[in-house]
Each structure stands twice: as structure tokens, then as C-alpha cells.
């Protein structure tokens, strides 16, 4: 398995209630999501910061019950 792999940011407009703004994604290759050592399931949350004395950024697993206290919620899949 791999713990290192380039991923992507990628962006998209989207458009709710008449606003524009843009949408972020981090994609994440394959060979690191499969990894034993990833550390997220699909729809789980997780906390997104900013670490501006390292120039990262941060992303950690989070409980559901943190994040809804954060303004999290959960979605569901539309079919």
C-alpha cells in the first residue's frame, strides 16, 4: 500500500439561491484512500484547518457528534 500519492484541488462554480461561489474538492488517489493507514470512510466528517506557521493544510477525523456541535450535518445520498 501507499501512504504518498499527488492528489488534486479542484474547483467548480455553483450557484445557490441566486449566489455564486466556489466549490473545493481535494482528490485523493486511490492507492492512499486504500491504504489500511487512511484513516476516513466515505461521508464521514472531518476538521479542515489551516496550519499558517507550517503552510498546511490540516485534515483530521472528527466524531459525527463533534461536528454536528460544529454545524455539521450529515447528508444523505440523492438517488
Known amino acids: 500500500m501507499a501512504r504518498v500519492g499527488i492528489g488534486t484541488i479542484i474547483g467548480r462554480k455553483s450557484v445557490s439561491k ?7 474538492w481535494i482528490y485523493v488517489p486511490t492507492k492512499v484512500s486504500e ?16 496550519d499558517e ?17 460544529l454545524g455539521w450535518r450529515k447528508r444523505t445520498r440523492r438517488k
Open 53 to 69: 506557521e507550517k503552510g498546511l493544510l490540516v485534515v483530521k477525523p472528527i466524531s459525527e457528534k463533534e461536528a454536528t456541535k
Open 18 to 24: 441566486g449566489r455564486e461561489y466556489a466549490r473545493i
Open 35 to 50: 491504504d489500511t493507514a487512511f484513516p476516513f470512510e466515505i461521508g464521514m466528517p472531518c476538521l479542515v484547518e489551516i
